[in-house]
């Protein structure tokens, strides 16, 4: 590249990064909707959950090993051992949450998995207090007991209504206590490591992870068919390499207790995908989950407590 369009180039990464440290939640933002699109593709596939997990890991193997080695051959930044243990422990969460998810996805719905999402907010607001000191008033709480009562309604009718299924909702639920370590273990690493050398580590120990589940369990890998393996490599890049960096980022700096609530509008995004896409029906108890969890969402971002947390992550960011 010339020098000169290195330099324009080199300015405007610069200028990107800037105004993405202004505001951080947009980023947040952008990595909702790419988790949203997610849980529709897992949905679409011909493979059983793990099976379609294995391949989505490995293309985002692929994908994060050649951005690290450009990242560490152009910045010259490795990580440490202290860097490279908070990605092993990600890792593994990472890896347990993507077989619950995928399993749970394939045994009841889009939208029920989706909307049991509603208690990640409440799994890393009890973890940040001990790990971070944050505490959010009773607004922001009492907004997020809103979207658990959505997520309440929507598993009594999603293990005795047509698509549900009482096991796929019990996975569904444990699926997302280990997406909430997940969370916490990748904002605690990231003051140690730098987000693409993360991601890959985290990448491949889960891919191993699910490896040795799906090898143990005699799961076929080699009988996916081409549309399934064509789902797991958009999986593994829109929710996966796009979703995971503008999530995982900004983390460094936003307070834990953001991103999960932000995250309670996937059952909205996911739901109304997966009914115009696939046809997926929705009951009137899921529809009024939906709402609940949408009005929880408002609820707690805009209270006091949400408003304080989204400042302080932009100051810190300015100073």
Excluded at 51 to 74: E, H, K, N, Q
Excluded at 76 to 89: H, V
Excluded at 272 to 288: E, F, K, R
Aim: net charge neutral; hydrophobic share 55%.
């Amino acid at each position: 590249m010339d020098p000169a369009d290195s330099a324009v180039a080199t300015g405007l990464s610069h200028r990107v990064q800037a105004a993405a440290r202004r505001q951080p939640l947009v980023l947040v933002a952008i990595g909702v909707f790419c988790y949203s699109m997610g849980p529709v593709m897992v949905s679409a596939s011909n493979v059983p959950g793990p099976v379609l997990s294995f391949y989505r890991l490995w293309f985002g193997v692929l994908a994060f090993g050649v951005l690290t080695a450009v990242y560490i051959r152009r910045t010259g930044r490795r990580p440490d051992r202290a860097g490279l243990t908070w990605a092993l422990k990600a890792g593994v969460a990472f890896g347990i949450h993507q077989l619950m998810f995928m399993t749970a996805i394939k045994a009841t719905s889009v939208v029920d998995v989706t909307l049991m999402a509603s208690l990640s907010p409440v799994i890393v607001g009890v973890l940040a207090v001990s790990m971070f000191d944050e505490r959010t008033g009773v607004p922001f709480r009492l907004w997020s007991g809103v979207a658990i009562a959505g997520s309440a309604l929507v598993v009594v009718s999603g293990s005795s209504g047509p698509d549900g299924d009482l096991g796929g909702m019990l996975l569904a639920a444990t699926n997302v206590l280990f997406f909430a370590l997940f969370f916490m273990f990748s904002k605690q690493g990231r003051e140690q490591i730098d987000v693409v050398p993360f991601l890959f580590g985290v990448m491949t120990v889960a891919a191993i992870t699910v490896s040795g589940f799906v090898f143990a369990t005699g799961e076929t890998v080699g009988s996916i068919d081409g549309k399934s393996l064509l789902l797991a490599a958009g999986i593994a890049f829109v929710p996966g390499l796009i979703g995971h960096f503008v999530m995982t980022w900004p983390l460094a700096w936003v307070p834990a207790n953001i991103p999960p609530v932000m995250r309670l509008a996937t059952p909205l995004i996911a739901g109304v995908t997966a009914w115009v896409v696939l046809g997926q029906s929705i009951n009137a108890a899921q529809i009024l989950a939906g709402l609940l969890t949408l009005a929880g969402v408002l609820g707690a971002v805009l209270s006091p407590a949400g408003r304080r947390l989204a400042e302080e992550a932009a100051v810190e960011v300015e100073d």
